[in-house]
T-cell receptor
């Protein structure tokens, strides 16, 4: 029972490079989220999805794009990486938003932009 | 200003001792408050959830309290173990919106 799986676990990029972070969940959850976690700050929502084919902006969406072509996958893209995007990125999924069900998190992708 | 403030930022205790972590929030309208445990290098895992009508809830050695009037919650850890070393994150929900605290980093030493 894998839960939420994120790939890759680590990545180092040069400024201006692009990459895609993959999140996959096997719990048939409708809602999926991308967060970034920086030292001394709470998790901040980048983008989220309420179902296959839908995406929406969160608190800090600039510089990121997302896609949810399949229910189980949620992709986060950086088109032109900047040092300010150095962070740990977490994906989460949830069955419903208006319920007491918790979010299930992956173990994160540690991204460094040089 | 963060709508969810946690204190202390970090805490070191000896194995076997008790400790209490605090969470103050201004998020409104309140739906629920959840405590997560995040081990180093891992994603957060839910410990417990508090709804408006609940004052206290226990999960093993973890006991969460909620005072909705003062908008405060606490997480009490009894008889700490080395495995309790982690960050503890308070998350307050307002409808479908969630606000995360910055967490308290707990270190339990032998």
């Amino acid at each position: 029972n894998a839960g939420v799986t994120q790939t890759p676990k680590f990545r180092v990029l040069k400024t201006g490079q692009s990459m895609t972070l993959l999140c996959a969940q096997d719990m048939n959850h409708e809602y999926m989220y991308w967060y970034r976690q920086d030292p001394g700050m709470g998790l901040r929502l980048i983008h989220y999805s309420v179902g296959e084919g839908t995406t929406a902006k969160g608190e800090v969406p600039d510089g990121y794009n997302v896609s949810r072509l399949k229910k189980q996958n949620f992709l986060l893209g950086l088109e032109s990486a900047a040092p300010s995007q150095t962070s740990v990125y977490f994906c989460a999924s949830r069955r419903q938003v208006r319920s007491n069900q918790p979010q299930h998190f992956g173990d994160g992708t540690r991204l460094s932009i040089l | 200003k963060n709508q969810v403030e946690q204190s202390p930022q970090s805490l070191i205790i000896l194995e076997g001792k008790n400790c209490t972590l605090q969470c103050n929030y201004t998020v409104s309208p309140f739906s629920n408050l959840r405590w997560y445990k995040q081990d180093t290098g891992r994603g957060p895992v839910s410990l417990t959830i508090m709804t408006f009508s609940e004052n206290t809830k226990s999960n093993g050695r973890y006991t969460a309290t909620l005072d909705a009037d003062t908008k405060q919650s606490s997480l009490h850890i009894t008889a700490s173990q080395l495995s309790d070393s982690a960050s503890y994150i308070c998350v307050v929900s307002a409808g479908g919106d969630m606000r995360f605290g910055a967490g308290t980093r707990l270190t339990v030493k032998p």
